[in-house]
């Protein structure tokens, strides 16, 4: 497990990283997951990570365990990662957005 100011900095950075709310979030996963055919449940919607992303929104700092702190991790890492991308043609950006927004991230948010 995290030792406390490690995870003080993991929490901050997660919800920094994550600036939809859970309710924009779960909208999001399950309009990104409706299809012409069949939709979900609500609570099916969306990728495994961004379900998980969901979750921990609705925990408390003391409920998390080693599996959510994982995600935590790969949610901030990956944002910091694609956070920086410039010159990128308008149809990558739009995918590069709806990949980001999957796991709660909308880059067009200050």
Known sequence: MTDALELDALWEDFHRAVNMTSQE???WLRVRDADTSAEPLPEEAGSPTGQHVLA???KRRTD??????RVMYRVVDTVAEQADVENEPASEETRRRHRLMTIGHDP???
């Open 56 to 58: 921990i929104l609705q």
């Open 25 to 27: 979030l779960a909208a």
């Open 64 to 69: 998390l365990t080693d599996d959510d702190i």
């Open 108 to 110: 067009l948010r200050p």
